[in-house]
């Protein structure tokens, strides 16, 4: 080894000039990378230990702009891509630039076992290609430098095993030759390769050229107004003269959005949403883009539409048509004030993901071009150009946006995967994770390293340092078919007539060591996804499902909370420890509820252990009731949503039918000494760790919150108490009473009461003031997850806190920090909400899989009212969509004349729509709809909903 | 075989070492605690590690036989400065005191100090109490611990013992008081 | 050339995906280090030069030799001073002083210098992490220098824990990553620990044992060097005397 000096000259912050020198090694062990290289030792260090093989004769070395621009080509996998290396100069330059990129890279190079090869080669530190910098250079010609060094070197290396390198670029080595070396631009390469390939050049990232670009500009009309520089835009939104903030698209309408600003930090700041409507206002800003808002002055404000755009009408086609569809602002009353109106003058971040979806075959005409529509609403379409327009059409894809110009009405892009068949479970499956950043790759063989033998048992020593509980008759409910049970509960009589009640939560942590890849890896994925035919899990199967899994007859670690309760479910005394316990059953909740049902009924067994699981069960249940009511009576709301649960035949996985989610005292009694267990701990940690406690809380909704609620429910005579949770508990039951012959029609109010909470986050106690700790919706002053840690990463901080609290371990150091605390909360949550989405969206599929080929007339309830369409809920399925009235059909006795617009008057305060036919819809009232699947495709909700009537 | 040895290396077992400088013992092994070469006596066992002189690092120690110069008198103690501990030349030197009580073994009320050293002699000496706060206590009570040099104070010529309490100039034949060093 | 329209560059990573550090060593290995026992024209007791890659010191080391005042702490055994300087950062001196006393006055055969003092000092000649470890390993060699008799050498190395990997030596880059860094001294040749010095806490104690048995590694490796210099001292005076013979 050797070393050469790198001086770098920095100012330091004081403005003094300092000579910064750092050694650099130069090796003579490295690995050029190719695995059939017999000159070179090949020892397997670091993360990316793979090597190039024999896919190819050529290799390909991508330089720094074929790997930043061209990623999905470099990355493909598909010949001439099949062998590629990466050297250091490139991956260190991709690193700086790009984290995304990097990522994919990184991805790409420690995942064993795909078909082609990617490996790296440490050019820089290699004796033979080390170049070493004169002063004049600048990065990007040094970097130029070294790359082609290492080429030539390689070229020459490889020569006795007779392989080949081709260096391929976007720009940056455009028109340099090298002897030996093969340079060429990605575009010629994918060019050769397109006969056999036609997949590549789908792939291929187009790029403008400058000609290009002016050309067309004189063509075509100017479409949208220029951005301002965003230096200028970023000084004038810290002068206060421009805002910035996210820009969200409406649901319902397109061609509109907010801005939502928030001017000051934290929660003292003032938060606003500025109103964009219009799209040369919006200005070519997509979902989720950090944009900067001018406002307009005050006159032009505008009040927020109510028209829901039917689909497809953001063609390209159509222009100039967008005051008509904004029109119906003159009808809405004026009881509504008018909001902060803007315009988009600059973005300051895209939110450009690949995004998910299909092209528009009913639109598509032939030729190359063809119209994206993504899945999620509020993107707008993309343009794509492919030759193979024709195979993609029926596929569901995922697109990238290359860019917009202001002279296109919409984006243009191009598809960087192909999922599979629209309509497919498995493709649809797939895409549904992808679109709600559900991560689905595998476990990395770093990760599944940390994990223990598959025959692990509880050791001696465990038992000796654990609390041994396993004489106490422990059981364990859940729903039928579970195989990662987290939680066991026990209950025995003490001689002195109190309850001794054990909460035995598997001990996760106990497998997951803090920091190892393992651990990041589930930090990482936060939560196991619950689709409805399969789950995700966030630890491997072998933990989840086996080692960890509180399964019946078997000895397992666990992390118990022993509560000692009176007669009454007073909380006496509660302690914590690290526990062996032996389940004695594994019982779903019907097992469960059968066998307390009978208990009551006087049955007893003479099997004395079947008596004590009934015995314990009983007792469970009876306190459960007492802590249900209690905690009732404090406050907590029991909110509903529409859940439903599939049947599946057994052979095919076919989904048969649908039904509403059955909850059982069982499921109830588990809930509450999960919530108790729960609140225990949160009590102990905010105590131990006041700074850096991981806490769930659930904010008191704010007043505006609740006013759609308050109208809805005045328009059919019910008065709802907002004022606290426990009042807004009592309206809702005493609603209940008041619709005794339409008991749906109060689940109805629960579930629309539900959406107007804001939802529940994890939050690191130091982050926000004690008074901001209470979960609203369970009326508790603090609470926390502790008791799902094979399925929440929440929980595993939790008990890693709680582990620490009670001196079993250290607390690492990045847990002490409440900052650190706090992004591991805010990734958490990111990753739940994700979750939530996906099981929602899984749902949705399945029903569509239920109801295709089928056409379905149902009831279904108005949970909203649009000027000119209905958002109806059918409850038997538990779907949502829009039934759009339809104007074409205008009643006799109307003059023909009045436009479309007014075919519906939508009164604000009363909630009522009526019609100029005569049809009146009230918010909760019920209509008859016919529920079809549209199998074509193009239509992003894929279940349509028809009006046939109304019903009384 | 004479061998190089650094801190720490293992000599041999305890009782095959000389407990001298250079040689540490713990437990039942001998290690090295300098750097320097191992020396053999004859029969080629017994061991001692020499560092070369002048790296030594040494102190006076209680027994130690130690040269000093005789810097300042008074009639209770002489003040000495420390050259030479054991036959190596210190680096710096160690002040030290020698007691009136300590010149001689005999007649120790009558030892008058001016009649025993005068400043700028050499004086020999053994180390018997390493003092209270700045001086080693010395002694030169042994026969054949006292001057071993000392300047005529006509003269300035170095002076010849003549008995065990006077020495002459041979310039001037003057004769002067000094506890002398039995050669 | 400014790359634009990527969004954000990636955090900063110290171990590169093939395995190399920063500066292209492997995790385990330790940077390059030159010694040199004694540097010509001084005239203190002990001296030595010790270069552990860009941080380079020199320490020296004056006595034993008498106490001037009478204002010292212990009255009978050895006084032992450490003055450390580092131009860079002062107010280092003030951690890195008693932890370097303690740690040497276990080691020195402090019984056989009695009444004495020591007085060691290092000066920071530049600074490229891993300084407290490069200042005891030119201590030891300065102690040798003035055959000041130790138990042992005493050969210190930093670990750190980067992305989960056990990384010896760090230079002043790496000291700034986050995880626990783990300053080790080890007896050279009895291979006892006389220093353990962890910035943060450890979540787990095979974590340590990890870091430790890394770090002993990383000693020896120093260890070898230090030994050779040591020789080659000793070859040099030696038969500049004629002890040797040829």
Known sequence: ?952 | MARIVTPGSILGKAGEVSDGLGCYVEGDEAFSSVTGITHQDGRGRLISVDVIRERKAIVPLVGSVVTCRVLRINSRFATVEILVVDGIPLRSVFRGIIRVQDVREFEVDQVDIPKSFRPGDIVVAEVISLGDKQYHSLSTAKDEHGVIHALCSQSGEAMVPINSEQMQCPKTQINEWRKVAKS | MKRKGYGRGGRNEYISLDGLRVDGRRPEEVRHIACRIGTPGNSVDGNAYFEQGNTRVLATVVGPRDRKSSTHRNEEGMDLKCNYSNRQDRRSAREFEPLLENMFRSVILVDQYPKSRLDISVEVIQADGSLLCAAVNAISLALLHAGVPMKDMICAATVGMIDGMCVIDLNGYESSADGPVLQIGVLAQTGSISLLDISTRLSSTSQLQEMVSAGTEGCKGIYAVVRSEAHDLIIRLASSRGVLGA
């Open chain 1, 1 to 952: 080894m050797s070393v050469q000096e790198n001086v770098v000259i920095r100012k330091s912050r004081r403005g003094n000039v300092i000579a910064v020198s750092r050694e650099h090694y130069l090796r003579d062990d490295l690995s050029c990378g190719c695995g059939l290289c017999r000159m070179c030792k090949h020892p397997a260090l670091g993360l990316a230990s793979g090597r190039l093989g024999a896919n190819q004769e050529v290799y390909v070395i991508p330089d720094v702009s074929a790997v930043l621009d061209q990623t999905d080509v470099i990355l493909s996998g598909i010949t001439p891509f099949k062998e590629v290396l990466f050297l250091e100069t490139v991956i260190s330059e991709v690193r700086l630039t790009s984290a995304k990129v990097y990522a994919r890279v990184k991805e790409a190079l420690t995942t064993m076992g795909s078909s082609s090869n990617y490996a790296i080669f440490s050019n820089e530190h290699h004796r033979s290609t080390f170049v070493k910098r004169s002063d004049q250079t600048n990065t990007s010609a040094y970097s130029e430098e070294c790359i082609l060094s290492a080429a030539t070197w390689l070229a020459q290396h490889w020569k006795p095993i007779r392989r080949q390198l081709m260096l391929v670029t976007d720009k940056d080595l455009m028109g340099k030759v090298l002897e030996d070396v093969e340079i060429l631009s990605v575009e010629n390469l994918v060019r050769k390769y397109e006969g056999s390939e036609p997949q590549l050049r789908d792939l291929v990232q187009t790029r403008d050229e400058d000609s290009d670009v002016d050309m067309r500009d004189a063509k075509r009309p100017r479409l949208y107004p220029d951005y301002i520089p965003l230096a200028d835009a970023q000084r004038k939104v810290k002068n206060g003269k421009l805002l910035q903030g996210v820009f969200n698209t409406n649901p319902f309408n397109r061609l509109e959005g907010t801005v939502n600003i928030q001017k000051g930090a934290g929660d003292e700041g003032e938060r606003f949403g500025v109103l964009i409507q219009g799209r040369e206002n919006m200005n070519r800003s997509v979902q989720g883009d950090v944009v900067i808002v001018e406002t307009l002055p005050k006159e032009q404000w505008k009040i927020p539409s109510k028209v829901a755009l039917d689909e497809g009408d953001d063609s390209e086609d159509d222009d100039g048509s967008d005051s008509k569809k904004l029109a119906s602002e003159v009808h809405q009353s004026d009881s509504v004030q008018a909001i902060p109106t803007g315009k988009v003058v600059a973005v300051s971040k895209r939110n450009w993901r690949p995004f998910g979806g299909s092209l528009d075959a009913a639109r598509y005409t032939g030729g190359d071009s063809a119209l994206f529509i993504p899945a999620e609403k509020a993107i707008p379409r993309i343009r794509i150009r492919s030759r193979r327009v024709q195979d993609l059409l029926r596929k569901r894809l995922q697109v990238v946006i290359d860019s917009w110009d202001r002279n296109s009405h919409l984006p243009r892009g191009h598809v960087v995967r192909e999922i599979g068949e629209v309509g497919d479970v498995d493709a649809e499956t797939e895409m549904l994770l992808l679109e709600n950043d559900v991560p689905t790759w595998k476990f990395s063989t770093a990760a599944l390293a940390c994990l223990p033998t598959e025959n692990w048992k509880v050791t001696e020593e465990n038992v000796h340092s654990r609390l041994d509980l396993r004489s106490k008759c422990i059981v364990s409910v859940d729903p039928p078919g579970c195989t990662d049970i987290d939680d066991a509960l026990h209950c025995e009589e003490r001689p002195d007539g109190t309850f001794e009640v054990g909460v035995h939560i598997a001990d996760v942590t106990a497998f997951l060591r803090h920091g190892s890849e393992l651990d990041k890896e589930a930090a990482d994925r936060g939560t196991t996804v619950y689709l409805v035919d399969r789950r995700i899990e966030m630890l491997p199967s072998l933990l989840s499902s086996k080692l960890c899994s509180l399964m019946g007859e078997v000895e397992r670690l666990a992390f118990s909370a022993i509560f000692h309760m009176d007669r009454e479910a007073n909380e006496l005394d509660v302690y914590f420890r690290r526990s062996v316990i032996k389940s004695a059953r594994a019982m779903t909740y019907e097992e469960a509820q059968n066998r307390i049902d009978a208990h009551r009924k006087g049955k007893r067994y003479d099997n004395p252990d079947e008596e004590d699981i009934a015995k314990s069960l009983f007792g469970l249940a009876s306190i459960a009731e007492k802590l249900r009511l209690r905690r009732t009576e404090a406050g907590a709301l029991s909110l509903a949503s529409p859940e439903i649960k599939f049947k599946f035949q057994e052979e095919t996985h076919a989904v048969v039918d649908a039904q509403t989610y059955e909850i059982r005292e069982t499921n109830r009694m588990v809930e509450e000494f999960m919530l108790l267990a729960n609140i225990a701990v949160a009590k102990k940690l905010v105590q131990q760790f006041p700074q850096c406690a991981m806490l769930r809380r659930h904010p008191k909704p704010l007043p505006e919150q609740f006013e759609s609620l308050l109208k809805t429910a005045k328009s059919f005579g019910v008065e709802l108490d907002v004022s606290s949770s426990k009042a807004l508990n009592d309206s809702l039951n005493k609603a209940e009473r008041l619709f005794r012959q339409d008991p749906y029609a109060a689940n109805l109010l629960r579930i629309l009461t539900t959406r107007c909470m804001t939802q529940a986050v994890y939050f690191s106690s130091g982050e926000v003031s004690a008074p901001e700790y209470v979960h609203y919706g369970l009326a508790a002053p603090i609470y926390t997850h502790f008791t799902s840690p094979i399925r929440r990463y929440a929980d595993v901080i939790v008990h890693r806190l709680l582990a620490a609290s009670l001196g079993y371990a250290s607390l690492p150091q990045d847990l002490q920090n409440s900052k650190k605390m706090q992004e591991v909360a805010d990734n958490i949550n990111h990753r739940h909400r994700c979750a939530q989405y996906a099981a929602r969206s899984s749902i949705a599929l399945h029903t569509r899989v239920l109801l295709r080929d089928k056409v379905i007339e149902e009831d279904a309830r108005i949970v909203r009212l649009l000027s000119n369409a209905l958002v109806v809920l059918v409850p038997k399925y538990g779907v949502e969509g829009i039934v759009h009235l339809d104007p074409q059909r205008p009643p006799a006795n109307v003059d023909a004349s009045s436009s479309a617009g007014d075919a519906f008057v939508l009164d604000e305060d009363k909630l009522i729509l009526t019609c100029t036919d005569g049809r009146v819809f009230k918010v909760m009232g019920t209509v008859r709809v016919r529920v079809s699947v549209d199998t074509t495709g193009d239509n992003r909700e894929g279940v349509v909903f028809e009006l046939i009537s109304k019903k009384k």
